[in-house]
C-alpha cells in the first residue's frame, strides 16, 4: 500500500513540477490558468499543514504527558500555553485584538528577542576567543571583521571617514563576490535537488527516507 | 592575579559585564553621534520618494518577535515615508504567521487610519499561508488567490483593488524580513515580471542581498537597525533606530578592543613560551 | 511559444539539468560512479570521537532544525542523517556515549533508526538506549536550542556535531558547545550562519563541502553521480563569469545581451 502511495505521489509531483516549469518558459493562456489553480492549491495545503502541525504538537506531547516522560511536566506548559493562544484568537476573532497582543506581548515576544538577543553576548566571547591571528588568513579575516564593524556602526565614521571607507570597499569587493559564488552554488544544488525529487529518486519529501 | 590572568580565566563574566554596560549607558544617555547614510538606504529613499500618484507600493513582511528590533523600525520608518507621498497606494501582506501583528501595530503607530482612507489608499491583506507558493499566487493572480482581506472585507469592496490584478500593476515591492523568503519576491515577481524589489533585512542577511544590489536586481536594502536608523534621518522622523545606534556604537567599539586585546594575551601567551 | 525573455533561461536550465540527469542516470546503473576524495571534515568527525572516548565524556550530534519534508531544507537535513549514520557507527565503534539532539519530529523516527541500526551493525546494541541516545527537544528553533544547550552542560560533552539546517541558534549553541570545552565540527548550507559557525567550531564544513562529505561517506553511488554534475555546471558558470568579465571588460556585452534573452 506504501509502495502504491509513493508511485502515485511521485506521479503527482512529476506532473504539477513539469507544468509549473514549462508555464515558465512557455506562453498558453490555458496552462497558465492550470498553472495558477495549482499554485492556488498549494497555498491552501500550506494553510492545513499549519493545523497539521498543532495537531503533531498535541499528539506528541500528549503521549509524553501520558507516559510520564522525560520533562513531562514542561509538555503540559507548551499544551496549556498553546490553547490560550488558540481559544483567545478564537473567542476575539483576531491575532490583534487587545487580549491576544497582550499574552503576544507578555510571553512570546519576551522570550524570543531574549533568545535572539543572547546572540551578541555570545558573539562578543567568541570574538574575544576565537580572533586568534594564529595563521596569515586568520589575521586577513580579523582585520577585514574591524574594518566592517567599523563600516556598520556610526562611531566608524565619527573616528575617522577612511575607516568605513575601508570597510565598504572590502564588502564591496571580497564580500559580495564570495556570497556570489556561494549563491551560484546553491542555485545550482537546488537545482539538483529538484530536479532528483521530480524525477522520484529523492524519496525524503513523500516519507520515503532509505 | 594579573589582569591576563584574569581576563583568561573569567573571561566571559567581563566581557558579557561590559557589553551590558556598553548598550545600556548610550539608551540612557544618547551620545548623538551622527548617522551617515549608505547608498543602499538612499537608493530606496529616492525611488519612494520619486512614486506618482497612482503607483502602487507593496510590503511584504515577515516580522517575528525575533527579530523585531532590527526589522519593525525599518517597517515603520518605509510605512510613514509612503503614507506621505500623495496617492500612492499601499499594499500589506504577510508571508509570516505573526505579520499581522507587527503589520497592524505599524498601521496604527503611524496613525494610517487617521490619515487616509483604507480600501482607497491601503489595504491590509494579512497572512497567506504557502511560503513562495502565496507570493507566486499574489503576482499571478492576486483575485484569483484572494477574496477578502485580513479584517474579511471582500476585494470587491475595497476599490483601490479593482486595478490591481497581479504583479504587472505593482509598481514596487518592499520585503521586511530574515530569512531567505525574500528570495521568493526575486524569483516570482522581479525574475517573471520586472516589478522593482528591495529589501529590508536582518545584518546576517545584507551580505546576501548585497549581490543581488550590485546585480541591479533590487534597487535597495535597507541594512538592519543600522538602515532602519538612516531612513528615520532620512524622512526626519528619528525614533528608536537612532537612539540604538550609540549603542551599536558603542557595542562595534568593544569587539574591536576585545578582538585586539584577545590577541595580545595570545601573543603574550606565545612570547612566555 | 517561448516567453520572450526567458530563452537564455530555458536554455540554461535545460543544459545544467540534462548535465545532471545525465551523471545520476550512469551513477545508478553504476555505469560510471565518480570518485569523491576524503573531505577532511570526515577526519576530524574521527578526531572529535577519538578526543571524546580520551576523555571520558559523551559526544553531542543535531542533524538540524529543518523537517525532512522541507522542500528548502530536506537535502541539508538528509545530509545531516548520513553523517549521523557514519558518527554513530564511529561511536558504536569506539564504546562513546552519543546523544542525538532532534528539534522536527519528523527526523526523530528515521534518527532512531539510523542509530538503532548502526550500533546493531557494529555489535553493541545494547549500548542504544531509547529515548536517552536519541532525544527529542522541541520543533520550535529556540525551544530546541535551550534544550540541546542544557544536554551539552549536563553531559559535559566533549564532542559537539552541528550538520543540516541550521538558523539563529547556530551561534548560541556552538558557543555554548565551545564554553563546555567540547570540540566542535560543523557544516551547513545556510551561509548566514556559516560565519558564526566559523568562529566557534574547530572544523566547518562549508556550504556544498557538506553534501560532499555525505557523498563520500554515503553507499549510494547516486549522491556521488549527483555532486559530480553540479561539479561540471559550476565549471561552466565559471567559465561564462571569466569570458563574461573579460568581454564586458573589452567593452563587448555580448554575452549579457546573450543572457537577457
Excluded at chain 1, 2 to 28: C, H, P, Q
Excluded at chain 2, 98 to 103: K, M, Q, S
Excluded at chain 3, 95 to 120: C, N, Q, S
Aim: aromatic residues 10%.
Amino acid at each position: 500500500m506504501a509502495g502504491i502511495w509513493r508511485t502515485a505521489a511521485s506521479a503527482v509531483l512529476f506532473v504539477v513540477a513539469l507544468t509549473m516549469l514549462v508555464d515558465f518558459a512557455w506562453e498558453d493562456p490555458a496552462l497558465q490558468g492550470v498553472a495558477t489553480d495549482l499554485n492556488n492549491w498549494a497555498v491552501v495545503i500550506g494553510a492545513f499543514a499549519l493545523g497539521l502541525g498543532a495537531y503533531s504538537l498535541i499528539v506528541r506531547h500528549g503521549r509524553i504527558i501520558s507516559k510520564k516522560q522525560t520533562m513531562w511536566p514542561y509538555s503540559i506548559v507548551l499544551l496549556l500555553t498553546m490553547f490560550a493562544f488558540i481559544v483567545t484568537g478564537l473567542i476575539t476573532g483576531s491575532v490583534t485584538s487587545s487580549e491576544y497582543g497582550w499574552i503576544y506581548s507578555t510571553i512570546i515576544q519576551p522570550l524570543s528577542s531574549t533568545l535572539y538577543g543572547m546572540n551578541a553576548f555570545f558573539i562578543a566571547s567568541a570574538s574575544y576567543r576565537a580572533f586568534k591571528a594564529r595563521s596569515w588568513e586568520a589575521l586577513v579575516l580579523l582585520v577585514a571583521a574591524i574594518f566592517i564593524m567599523l563600516k556598520n556602526a556610526p562611531i566608524g565614521y565619527a573616528i575617522n571617514p577612511i575607516l568605513p571607507a575601508i570597510g565598504g570597499k572590502i564588502w564591496d569587493v571580497a564580500g559580495s563576490t564570495g556570497m556570489r559564488a556561494i549563491l551560484i552554488g546553491i542555485g545550482i544544488g537546488t537545482l539538483a535537488l529538484g530536479l532528483r525529487v521530480i524525477i522520484g529518486q529523492e524519496k525524503t519529501p513523500l516519507g520515503g527516507a532509505d | 592575579m594579573s589582569v591576563i590572568q584574569l581576563l583568561n580565566r573569567n573571561y566571559k563574566q567581563v566581557i558579557y559585564l561590559c557589553l551590558f554596560v556598553a548598550i545600556a549607558i548610550p539608551l540612557m544617555k544618547p551620545m548623538g553621534l551622527p548617522v551617515p547614510i549608505d547608498q543602499t538606504t538612499r537608493d530606496v529613499y529616492n525611488r519612494i520618494d520619486a512614486l506618482q500618484p497612482g503607483d502602487v507600493a507593496v510590503m511584504g513582511s515577515n516580522i517575528g518577535a525575533a527579530i523585531y528590533a532590527e526589522v519593525y523600525p525599518q517597517y515603520v520608518a518605509i510605512l510613514e515615508h509612503l503614507f506621505r507621498k500623495e496617492g500612492v497606494k499601499v499594499i500589506l501582506v504577510d508571508h509570516g504567521t505573526e505579520g499581522p501583528i507587527f503589520a497592524e501595530k505599524a498601521l496604527n503607530e503611524i496613525k494610517a487610519y487617521d490619515r487616509k482612507t483604507y480600501g482607497v489608499d491601503f489595504v491590509h491583506l494579512g497572512y497567506i499561508a504557502g511560503g513562495e507558493a502565496a507570493i507566486s499566487g499574489l503576482c499571478r493572480d492576486l483575485h484569483e488567490l484572494l477574496e477578502v482581506d485580513y479584517a474579511g472585507h471582500s476585494l470587491e469592496d475595497l476599490p483601490m483593488m479593482d486595478d490591481i490584478n497581479d504583479a504587472n500593476d505593482f509598481t514596487i515591492v518592499l520585503d521586511f524580513t530574515a530569512s531567505a523568503d525574500s528570495q521568493f519576491w526575486l524569483n516570482q515577481a522581479y525574475a517573471p515580471y520586472g516589478t522593482e524589489v528591495a529589501f529590508g533585512l536582518v545584518a546576517v542577511k545584507v551580505p546576501d542581498a548585497f549581490a543581488y544590489y550590485t546585480a541591479g536586481q533590487i534597487f535597495g536594502i535597507i541594512e538592519s537597525l543600522k538602515g532602519a536608523a538612516q531612513y528615520e534621518v532620512l524622512i526626519g522622523r528619528p525614533g528608536i533606530a537612532v537612539k540604538g545606534m550609540d549603542a551599536q556604537s558603542l557595542a562595534h567599539l568593544l569587539y574591536i578592543v576585545l578582538i585586539l586585546l584577545c590577541n595580545v594575551v595570545y601573543f603574550h601567551g606565545r612570547g612566555k613560551r | 511559444m517561448l516567453i520572450a525573455g526567458r530563452y537564455a533561461w530555458t536554455a540554461i536550465t535545460l543544459i545544467f539539468s540534462i548535465l545532471m540527469l545525465t551523471f545520476l542516470y550512469l551513477s545508478s546503473k553504476r555505469i560510471y560512479v565518480p570518485q569523491i576524495r576524503e573531505h577532511p571534515g570526515v577526519r576530524a568527525i574521527v578526531e572529535a570521537i577519538g578526543r571524546a572516548v580520551e576523555m571520558g565524556r559523551p559526544i553531542s550530534y543535531s542533524p538540524g532544525i529543518a523537517s525532512i519534508y522541507s522542500t528548502k531544507y530536506a537535502a541539508d537535513t538528509a545530509a545531516g542523517l548520513t553523517i549521523l549514520n557514519y558518527t554513530a557507527r564511529e561511536t558504536a565503534k569506539t564504546g562513546a556515549k552519543l546523544i542525538v539532539g532532534i528539534a522536527p519530529p519528523t527526523v526523530l523516527p528515521i534518527a532512531e533508526d539510523i542509530v538503532r541500526t548502526a550500533y546493531l551493525m557494529e555489535g553493541r546494541p545494547e549500548d542504544y538506549i531509547e529515548e536517552e541516545t536519541v532525544q527529542f527537544y522541541s520543533p520550535n528553533q529556540w525551544g530546541f536550542a535551550t534544550s540541546y544547550v542544557g544536554m551539552m552542560h549536563r553531559e559535559h560533552v566533549a564532542a559537539n556535531f552541528l550538520f543540516g539546517e541550521h538558523a539563529a541558534e547556530a551561534m548560541v549553541i556552538a558557543e555554548s558547545g565551545a564554553t563546555v570545552g567540547a570540540m566542535q565540527v560543523a557544516g551547513s548550507t545556510n551561509v548566514y550562519q556559516l560565519p558564526f559557525f566559523l568562529v566557534a567550531c574547530d572544523y566547518t564544513l562549508i556550504g556544498e563541502d557538506e553534501f560532499a562529505a555525505a557523498a563520500y561517506l554515503s553507499p549510494d553511488p547516486v549522491q556521488k553521480g549527483i555532486i559530480f554534475g553540479q561539479d561540471l555546471t559550476k565549471i561552466i558558470c565559471a567559465i561564462m563569469i571569466v569570458i563574461g568579465a573579460l568581454l564586458t571588460t573589452a567593452g563587448i556585452d555580448l554575452l549579457s545581451r546573450i543572457l537577457s534573452m
